[in-house]
């Protein structure tokens, strides 16, 4: 990761600290903590049409059907009670190695075009923030919803990336890698239920059911081709919208109040 990277997550995490901290000293007398959230689950691809141009200058683009295997999507968090029914927290997201292949559909002419097979796994930094209507109308319950947003940074790592062609002069031709770094932004919403003070820390463990749509920003490959792939390059290598849906579940774990 770049030193520019590194200072733009830093100002992303002292943003998001700040505007808690200011946040929780107008909140009154309820007691706040901080915290530390846990999760795991599954990602799949809320995008399913990727699209490359070939190296000749009348090449068309080519539209290309992707297919949605899933991968292993996690994130760690810390963050802080603003008050009760409004938290906030910076999370730090990893979705696993995911092995999408690119069935082409358009255009006709031509036809047939190349497949793709690529490996895209993403890094996703972002400040959330999430509210539980029941609890701001004054309701207690063990069971409490919550919709939750995000802003923030992904970097989309897009392994070496293999076209294949049978028709063409060399069927199978395969080019570098690409990491993008784009913003990125989500929705979403679940439902918390408390598991009680299972490690007597003073205050309860909440357990999170959570879905969230991500939209990543772009994943694209390199146009460089490997040694005895040829030596053209795309016009436009291999690409798509990095958007996913995952489903995870989390703790909460307190260990601090302030």
Partial sequence: MTSA??????????????AGSALAQDAGSFERDIYMRLEAGGAFLGQNRGNWTGPGPADPQITHSLSNPGAFFGSVAVGTTVFDGLRTDLS????????VKGQWIAPAAGAPHANMDVDVSSWIVMA???AEPLALAGYESPIRPFVTGGLGVAFNQMDDWTRTNPAAVQPVRTFEGNTETSFAWSIGG?????????????????????YRYIDAGKVQGG????????????REPFNYDNTLHTVSIGVRIPFSTY
Wanted: glycine letters at 14%; charged letters at 10%.
């Fill in 5 to 18: 990277k590194i200072l733009s997550l830093a100002g992303v995490v002292a943003t998001s600290l700040a």
């Fill in 92 to 99: 730090l997201s990893y979705q696993s190695r995911m092995n």
């Fill in 128 to 130: 959330n923030v999430f």
């Fill in 190 to 210: 679940g439902v918390s239920a408390s598991l009680g003070d299972l490690f007597g820390l003073g205050r309860p463990i909440d357990l999170d059911l959570t």
């Fill in 223 to 234: 146009g460089t081709p490997l040694p005895g792939s040829g030596t053209s390059v795309p």
